[in-house]
């Protein structure tokens, strides 16, 4: 299972051709799930994600626990 993939079951994202063209947003925003990822190329970004966007930190702690998941999953599987 991909991230996205993961993501779309769990509720936290979702891709709808009428919001934004389609892009993946977090569900219920118009916030797409590449800002996230943007903010956290940059080290102590994910703070500041946080600060902008108060209102997606459950959401964000969700994506992180998917991430988290996939990795382990990963690393068992060697």
Excluded: A, N, W
Excluded at 4 to 27: A, C, N, R, W
Aim: proline share 4%; hydrophobic share 40%; charged share 25%.
């Amino acid at each position: 299972m991909t991230l996205y993939q993961l993501l779309e079951s769990q509720k936290i994202i979702h891709s709808d051709p009428e919001i934004m063209s389609g892009t993946t947003v977090f569900i219920g925003t118009r916030v797409p799930l590449q800002t996230l990822f943007d903010y956290m190329q940059e080290e102590g970004e994910l703070i500041e994600f946080l600060d902008d966007f108060p209102y997606l930190k459950t959401q964000t702690m969700k994506v992180l626990e998917c991430i988290t998941r996939l990795m382990i999953e990963k690393e068992l599987c060697f």
